[in-house]
């Protein structure tokens, strides 16, 4: 391809004529970036999509985060879980009762 372009600048021939030339023998997969134009420009397109799509998606689960109890004893959550206030009660005079030392 440097052969060719060398061939071509030296018989006067324009960039553009250059660049024309290298799309008909190889499509546009010769370009350094894609045309600002057609099904080109779902690959300019796309990063911001994705970028849009993803602070969405953040947003949406720090609302969800925000929105969870604290303490989930307060909410009720603890009566849930299958241990009676007997039990819990039990469990927290024993743990006192071995942390006196």
């Known amino acids: 391809m440097l052969k060719e372009v060398d061939q071509a600048l030296a018989r006067g ?3 553009d ?4 030339a290298f799309v008909q023998e190889f499509g546009t997969k010769v370009y350094a970036e894609p045309p600002h ?4 420009l779902v690959a300019w ?6 970028l849009a799509v993803g602070l ?11 929105k969870r109890p604290v303490n989930p004893v307060a ?3 603890a009566n849930n879980t ?8 039990r469990a927290r005079l024993r743990a006192a009762r071995e942390t006196q030392d």
Do not use: C, K
């Open 13 to 15: 021939d324009s960039e």
């Open 45 to 50: 397109s796309m990063p911001a999509v994705y």
């Open 17 to 20: 004529a250059i660049t024309q």
């Open 56 to 66: 969405v998606l953040v947003l949406f689960v720090i609302n969800r985060w925000r």
């Open 75 to 77: 909410s009720g959550a």
């Open 82 to 89: 299958g241990i009676s206030p007997e039990m819990l009660e």
């Open 37 to 40: 134009s057609g099904f080109s």
